[in-house]
């Protein structure tokens, strides 16, 4: 039986059918695409751990703001400040990308991601940068705060100083790298802060967040950040990964004369931390400015401004200029070298001391009215002292880094008195981050009859003054503090004993 008629009619128009088949079958795809990202999205939005933040870095607009104010763990995006001191240290000449620093026995046992240094050797200042932007690597992250500070711990305290000064109120660093600490959290809003001031300060060094890969020793270290290449225009900064809050990301793009940083914190997983990441690139970039505004945060040695609420003006000048030792900013005071210039001090009178005889009663004084060290601790922990827990496995994407419970502490810290038999001090400042910055210096150059020890500060009053004795403990001995401070006046430091 033939066929109806109608079967039969030729269509007058097959190619408009063959086209119309191919977009109604691509318009599906499209659809599901973009079906699987809102999904990812709203996976990532939907954790009440997440939190987001983008920002307009040419004018300081938020153009968007997810629980920004919420405490979270920041993980390996610590090294983002890490790295600023570091190169606030390269920048101010008192260090250099050449320097060789010395891999304690506590750096070496950091669990990963790290590159397996081994204790006593030795690392450059370039090797360890370039393995925290690429590998992450925690054991170079601690090796950077000793060789900077003399103990993680006093870089840490150093660390969240400087975040208060760049504007990141609600940031507390704990260590150099971002292993499990409770008590070390930021927010969104303090870490775009950070990112904006990395690329303000040091535009010479920021570029190094921009590197896919590096070769460490024969080694190729994959930088861990997928959305480099994937968005035009992006160039860093810092993946991260918390075990109780989920993957983090810190993310910089220019592009058109348009400029965000935006921030994703507790995703569920990497790919879709990243997913998330590239959406809100690409809704918002369109919705910046191309009016550069000029820097959104002060020059790096002002006052703390909050980002995003900051006045439309240039930088403002450093009062003073960079020294490459803390030696030369008391030189510059008192017209010589700061330990030979404290031992020539006169003795104080009986009436109010300042300057000089400040520096030489806080010296020479026996003991302290106040007490308030810096926070110290000795490179390798003793008995007794918590370790943080082993890294929780990750995949090729992951800073394998745990955490412990959210815990909000308080913006001061309460620090502890090393305990010591015996202490050994090399000076006073009136400031306790030149006392520190001196104790981390006389560390680095003395070497090995300070390898243990701990340095602090304590404070006493001279009259009106507050002064920081610069003082390192952890001598059992009058025998092992004598020959520590025979080590300082081997390297120029007048110093003395005291027992504790």
């Known amino acids: ?25 691509f318009a599906g795809v499209v659809a599901i695409g973009a079906g699987m990202l809102l999904s990812a999205v709203g996976h990532v ?15 300081g607009q938020v153009l968007y703001n997810d629980r920004a104010d919420e405490y979270r763990y920041p993980a390996s995006l610590t090294k983002m400040m890490t790295l600023y001191m570091t190169f606030d240290a390269l920048k101010s ?15 070496a046992a950091r669990p990963p991601s790290k590159i397996g240094l081994k204790a006593g050797s030795t690392l450059t200042v370039e090797e360890a940068v370039y393995s925290l932007v690429t590998k992450s690597a925690n054991d170079a992250a601690v090796v950077l705060g000793e060789f900077q500070a003399g103990s993680e711990s006093a870089f840490a305290a150093r660390m969240t100083a400087k975040a208060r000064q760049i504007g990141m109120p609600k940031t507390t660093f704990r260590n150099a790298n971002g292993l499990p600490d409770s008590e070390q959290k930021t927010t969104a809003r303090d ?3 950070l990112g904006i001031a990395l690329r303000e300060h040091f535009p010479e060094y920021y570029k190094i967040f921009s590197t896919r890969s590096y070769s460490f020793r024969g080694r190729r270290l994959g930088n861990h950040n997928r959305v480099l290449g994937r968005v035009k225009g992006v160039d860093g900064i810092k993946t991260g990964y918390i075990n109780a809050s989920g993957f983090n990301l810190v993310t910089s793009i220019e592009r058109d004369g348009k400029s965000l940083v935006a921030v994703v914190m ?37 006052s703390p401004a909050i980002v995003a609420a900051l006045p439309k003006q240039g930088p403002v000048p450093d009062s003073r200029p960079a020294m490459t030792e803390i030696d030369q900013r008391i030189a510059m005071a008192y017209g010589s070298e700061a330990a030979p210039a404290v031992a020539r001090m006169v003795q104080p009178q009986s009436r109010p001391i300042v300057g000089r005889d400040a520096l030489k009663a806080a010296l020479v004084a026996e003991r302290p009215s106040v007490r308030m060290p810096i926070p110290a601790a000795s490179r390798v922990p003793s008995a007794g002292v918590r370790l943080p827990p082993a890294a929780v496995p990750g995949g090729r994407d992951l800073d394998p ?16 008195t090393p305990t010591s038999p015996w202490v050994v001090q090399i000076a006073a400042t009136p400031e306790a981050d030149a006392a520190m910055e001196m104790l981390a210096t006389a560390k680095r150059k003395v070497g090995g009859e300070l390898a243990d020890a701990e340095p602090f500060t ?21 025998d092992q503090a004598w020959s520590a401070c025979a080590a300082l006046k081997r390297s120029s430091y007048s110093c003395y004993a005291v027992a504790n």
């Not at 033939?2 to 079958?25: G, I, K, M, W």
């Not at 939005?45 to 004018?59: C, L, R, S, T």
Request: some cysteine.
């Open 266 to 302: 507790g995703g569920r997983s990497g790919r879709s931390r990243d997913d998330h990441m590239v959406e809100l690139l690409t809704r918002y970039l369109p919705k910046a400015s191309t009016r550069d505004a000029g820097m959104l945060l002060a020059a790096r040695s002002a």
């Open 45 to 59: 939005e939907a954790n009440d751990k997440y939190a987001g933040f983008v920002i307009d870095a040419n004018n």
């Open 401 to 416: 880094s745990t955490t412990g419970a959210i815990k909000v502490a308080s913006v001061s810290q309460t620090v502890r």
């Open 458 to 478: 304590e404070t006493v009053k001279s009259g009106s003054q507050t002064l920081y004795r610069a003082r390192f403990a952890g001598f059992a001995s009058k």
């Open 93 to 107: 000449g008192r260090i250099s990308m050449s320097d060789k620093m010395p891999v304690s026995a506590y750096a």
């Open 191 to 193: 870490m775009a802060t």
């Open 1 to 25: 039986m033939p066929e109806p008629e109608s079967c039969c009619v030729r269509n007058p128009f097959p190619r408009l059918t063959t086209a119309a088949r191919t977009l109604s079958r």
